[in-house]
């Protein structure tokens, strides 16, 4: 899929809006979350644009697993045993932007098991 001009994080990908790249390869972008929800919060995103996981592992699945390396790949760089990884798809699942991105998160307790 193609960039949009009006998508965020296709203007982080291109560069038109500085981030706090933690890992770069050929297919994907890991940057920093500005509004971190964990003292660990990177968000990992392909370069190309897909609206979300499954729109993405349809089109190219190849492309989903890589996403799904480099996230683990940003948790080893950063020395992280244990952490969160989460995809977001759709509105009510509390996906705000849609480009298709996986949150690695660690930290702080969330709450498993839960109750």
């Known amino acids: 899929m193609s960039a949009t001009a009006e998508?965020?994080?296709?203007r982080i990908v291109s560069g038109e809006i500085p981030a706090d790249v933690v890992l770069a390869t050929d297919d994907t972008v890991a940057?920093?979350?500005?509004?971190p929800q964990a003292p660990t919060h990177v968000l990992?995103?392909?370069r190309q644009h897909h609206?979300?996981?499954a729109a993405l592992a349809s089109?190219?699945?190849?492309l989903a697993g890589r996403l799904m390396a480099d996230a683990a790949q940003v948790a080893s760089d950063l020395g992280l045993e244990e952490f969160r990884l989460v995809l977001n798809t759709g509105a009510t699942a509390g996906q705000s932007v849609f480009?298709?991105?996986a949150h690695?998160?660690?930290?702080?307790?969330?709450?498993w098991p839960p109750g």
């Open 31 to 35: 940057f920093r979350d500005v509004t």
């Open 59 to 62: 089109t190219d699945p190849g």
């Open 51 to 53: 609206r979300d996981i």
């Open 104 to 111: 690695v998160m660690a930290g702080r307790d969330f709450g």
């Open 99 to 101: 480009h298709v991105h």
């Open 7 to 10: 998508c965020l994080f296709c």
């Open 44 to 46: 990992v995103i392909p």
